[in-house]
T-cell receptor
Framework: EAEVAQSPRYKITEKSQAVAFWCDPI?????LYWYRQILGQGPELLVQ????????DSQLPKDRFSAERLKGVDSTLKIQPAELGDSAMYLC??????????????FGQGTRLTVV | AQSVTQLGSHVSVSEGALVLLRCNYS??????LFWYVQYPNQGLQLLLK??????LVKGINGFEAEFKKSETSFHLTKPSAHMSDAAEYFC?????????FGKGTRLSVIA
């Protein structure tokens, strides 16, 4: 069964260090999302890609966060420098449909980031 | 802007009892509505979705939800709770924007 792959599953990093997360969406899915989920809260969208283009990054803290999807397939989310408040679950999701859609988003297992 | 409100951050039910998790949405246009379940340190799994058509939607694991436009609600129900239903449940809406999630409701099932 096709699934969204994320790595690493867990990451512990010291504050001020750089950290990167990787996501491989379901094959053929043009839309890719990165969400951040703080413990005890719902996921919040950080960035949305349609193929290799950014559709929405209005909630991405651009002074320290960056995201890319160079070939329109897999994607990397980077934080530099990491801060204590960045500790959260980072979820990647993909969808076969366009920007606003009635089709479901499929989620990966997530990367649990702890900044110490 | 779209928003989703889940009433009750924690719901506790006895095994075999009715499960009712509440969700209300705020949208200027009828949204697409979803319920996801999340187990500890896992991603989100779709339970069910409403797009158009029949307002009573059946999902996996015996869950169902009813879209009520007049009440802007999409409550999730299950007739009989099972221990394996203990998890975090998220209501979400999409439409003119990508998925917007509620804060979640943690369901505990007591033996």
């Amino acid at each position: 069964e096709a699934e969204v792959a994320q790595s690493p599953r867990y990451k512990i990093t010291e504050k001020s260090q750089a950290v990167a997360f990787w996501c491989d969406p379901i094959s053929g899915h043009a839309t890719l999302y990165w969400y951040r989920q703080i413990l005890g809260q719902g996921p919040e969208l950080l960035v949305q890609f349609q193929d290799e283009s950014v559709v929405d990054d209005s909630q991405l803290p651009k002074d320290r966060f960056s995201a890319e999807r160079l070939k329109g397939v897999d994607s990397t989310l980077k934080i530099q420098p990491a801060e204590l408040g960045d500790s959260a679950m980072y979820l990647c999701a993909s969808s076969g449909a366009g920007q606003s859609s009635n089709t479901e988003a499929f989620f990966g297992q997530g990367t649990r980031l702890t900044v110490v | 802007a779209q928003s989703v409100t889940q009433l009750g951050s924690h719901v506790s039910v006895s095994e075999g009892a009715l499960v009712l998790l509440r969700c209300n949405y705020s949208s200027s246009v009828p949204p697409y509505l979803f319920w996801y379940v999340q187990y500890p340190n896992q991603g989100l799994q779709l339970l069910l979705k409403y797009t158009t058509g029949a307002t009573l939607v059946k999902g996996i694991n015996g869950f169902e939800a009813e879209f009520k436009k007049s009440e802007t609600s999409f409550h999730l129900t299950k007739p009989s709770a099972h221990m394996s239903d203990a998890a975090e449940y998220f209501c979400a809406a999409a439409g003119n924007t990508p998925l917007v999630f509620g804060k979640g409701t943690r369901l505990s099932v007591i033996a």
